[in-house]
């Protein structure tokens, strides 16, 4: 009997960690491009939490996810804009912009949510996707394959961003930009424009996975939903050295933490519930902590480029 | 960091007013959206905490804790160090305060008050070292752990409150309301203005701004932190022991944010209570930032933006535009201030921006470069 309780748990665990990891990887794979363009993007917690509000707004009244998630993307971009505008354009201290633009992001959705909707409204948001076959699998047809369209998507971005960053000219220039940004130059690739781009994709990813805390996962928004999620999708990054294999490593590390934690607040085993919540910045904490040591980062991570400057 | 003062102090001054105008025009869009009107909604909150003996005295309580958590970001700030984790030192220290307060309560409020403000400094000066510690020894960027450490603390502070450390009161008639006892009498800051809650705390955070000011540029501590703020590798090589500093500069600024909590509770409540912070972790890195990063332009900025948060309260009851519009706009406002930088270290650059977004002339047609994948 208790095997089998045992065996319930911890597929449950399992299962939705693989559905917890979308909202880190989605926005940590973001993260990467940007960083490795050079940029810094410690905003993107706002821009989650302005696209978590954007996009259960537009299904709440369009009663359509997909539109909704095309809002969350929208914001995100609109909000990569915003930072690069200030980043690039402004060649601002990129730790401090982000610190603003986190503010922003988070006063705007509670500002939002308090003007248009005000208290608790829950949406229909997206059903999950039985994929055929696969799902009859045991065991591991419940893990993988009974989520929602997101979390399929999120996967399949992994092999897809690895594509792009190490086989595509595109990619090249990428890294360029964010390893020796003046031999780009030189080349007469304009730096400005390569961290605009990434930027713009980055922040609309994160936009996206701010929508599917919404969307895919709690279908309403409360104040500050993402709960430091921004701040620990930049934590995977690094934990991931850079490297989109890395980045899912640590995403799924880290969901199977938090899917733990909430099932031990759920099945009211007798720790105290403030304690079990502290786990997944713990976690965070001693992962970058680990991380010590492995030293290789984008060259030019943090430095606005500019034109003739020494770095 | 590149605050240098290089401009004249009129320039500078008029520039950060440029960037506070800009992020409340952006502001009046979100209130026109509200289908408010801009005027009345401004009209409202800078007026109101000017125009009465009650404005007046809970903007400075405002801008008393915003000061405090701000001297502690200039120093951090001015030693290389981004913290964002205030918000977490300012429940820490309030939380350590608190239970000094239980732990000694028999104790003579002459020596008690001492030790309990000590208490709230170590505290917050044990949470903000954590961060340094974690910056100097593991290279663990301090903005990420500042950030851990702030959900850390907020739960860790619930915790206590809810537990162990409630009222017995609360346990008495079940109402259980997150708070700790009342503090004894002995312990409540004295009131500057009979009817107010105006208290002495004031006073002291522009003592120790001034405080501040000395020791960043008058002893060798200071600057040996700046040096290290401005670039870690050239004071290594000075012969500054980089580790050490990094991890003084942000236990100092956790005391500070951890004496801002611990002041809210002697000065305001009296107790510590859920909700105790208000954001001032926040509002405090915008009135640094705000300041110059200057521990004496810190507060005038500490007063403006105390100002601010508490017109927006007054707005949201007079118009109903909710006061979490008061986050966006600080966060627009340090938007625009980190812009207006380049403007004062670099005005020729302004023509380079307009050229990126308005290109005269396509000027690197046939020297395309040819990239290959690798």
Known sequence: MEDILNQGILLGILAAGVRLATPYLMAALGEMFTQRSGVFNLGIE???????????????????????????????????????????????????????????????????????????????????????????IPYL??????????????????????????????????????????????LGESVDRIRYQCLIAGSAMAGLAGGFLTIGQ????????????????????????????????????????????SMVQVLGINFPYELAVILPYVVTIVALAVSFGRVWAPAALGRAYERGSRG | MKYELRKSWITQILVLLAALVCALLVGAVFILLAKSNPMKAYGVMFTGPFSSKFGISETLVRATPLLLVGLGIVVSFRSGILNIGGEGQILIGAVTASAAATLFFQWPGVFLLPLVLLAGCAGGA???????????????????????????????????????????????YGTRAPQTALMPETLWLYRLMPGTRLHTGLILSVLLAVLVYVLLWRTTIGYRMRAVGAGPEAARYGGIRVE?????????????AGLAGTIEVLGVHHRALEGISAGYGFSGIVAALFGRLHPLGTIPAAVLFGALILGADMMQRAVHIPAAIVMAVQGLVILFVVSSDIFLRKPEYIGQILNFFFPKRKQREGTEAKWKTS
């Open chain 1, 141 to 186: 047809g419940t893990i993988l394959f009974h989520h929602n369209g997101l979390v399929y998507l999120v996967y399949i971005l992994v092999p897809f961003a690895w594509f792009v960053l190490y086989r595509t000219t595109w990619g090249l220039k990428v890294r360029a930009a964010g390893t020796k940004p003046e031999a780009a130059d030189t």
């Open chain 2, 126 to 172: 044990l949470w903000g070292g954590i961060a340094g510690w974690l910056k100097a020894r593991l290279s663990v960027n301090e903005i990420l752990s500042t950030v851990m450490l702030n959900q850390i603390a907020a739960q860790i502070y619930i915790f206590l409150i809810r537990g162990p450390l409630i009222d017995p009161q609360e346990l008495l």
């Open chain 1, 46 to 136: 706002g821009i989650m939490l302005l696209g978590a509000f954007v996009g259960f707004f537009a299904t709440l009244r369009l009663g359509n996810p997909i539109l909704g998630i095309l809002a969350s993307l929208g914001t995100g971009a609109i909000m990569g804009v915003l930072m690069a505008l200030v980043s690039v354009t402004f060649k601002a201290e990129q730790g401090i912009s982000g610190i603003g633009l986190y503010m922003f992001g988070w006063g705007l959705s509670g500002l939002l949510f308090r003007l248009y909707v005000g208290g608790i409204t829950s949406i229909k948001g997206l059903q999950p996707v039985k994929i055929p076959l696969l799902s009859d």
């Open chain 1, 218 to 261: 709690a279908n309403m928004f409360v104040d500050n939903i993402t709960a430091g999620r921004g701040f620990i999708a930049i934590a995977l990054v690094y934990f991931g050295r850079w490297s989109p294999w890395g980045i899912l490593a640590g995403s799924l590390l880290f969901s199977m933490a938090d899917a733990f934690q």
């Open chain 2, 244 to 256: 050490f500093y990094l991890v003084l500069a942000m236990a100092l600024a956790g005391a500070f």
